[in-house]
């Protein structure tokens, strides 16, 4: 089992600065690509960003474009989420997932690992 836990959530005026942290433990040498959701109340978890293993490729949903960046650090079994120009639409539990192949992929029951996700919260 792989076991993950978000960090770095908060209360943020718009036009913050975010960074989120997702910690890895566990089997983490049968997972590559870890992503970001995130889910408003009532609403849907809805895809943010991925990334593979290596890197060197990632994905993000248009409206995260420009502003938001994942990256991974593989020997500390992390990965990030930078978020910059928040906005209000960006108010979410943003939850961390991770899968065992290694190409991306958006949908959520693709994801084999979840963590518990993390608060975050823009002021207008």
């Known amino acids: 089992q792989v076991q993950l836990v978000e960090s770095g959530g908060g209360l943020v005026q718009a036009g913050g600065s975010l960074r989120l942290s997702c910690a890895a433990s566990g089997r983490t040498g049968s997972i590559n690509v870890m992503g970001w959701f995130r889910q408003a109340p009532g609403k849907e978890r809805d895809f943010v960003a991925a990334i593979s293993w290596s890197g060197s490729n990632t994905y993000y949903t248009d409206s995260v474009k420009g502003r938001f960046t994942i990256s991974r650090d593989n020997v500390k079994n992390t990965v990030y989420l930078q978020m910059n120009s928040l906005k209000p639409e960006d108010t979410a539990v943003y939850y961390c997932?991770?899968?065992?192949?290694?190409?991306?992929?958006?949908?959520?029951?693709?994801?084999?690992?979840w963590g518990q996700g993390t608060q975050v919260t823009v002021s207008s």
């Open positions: 997932a991770a899968r065992r192949p290694n190409n991306i992929v958006v949908v959520v029951r693709q994801y084999d690992y």
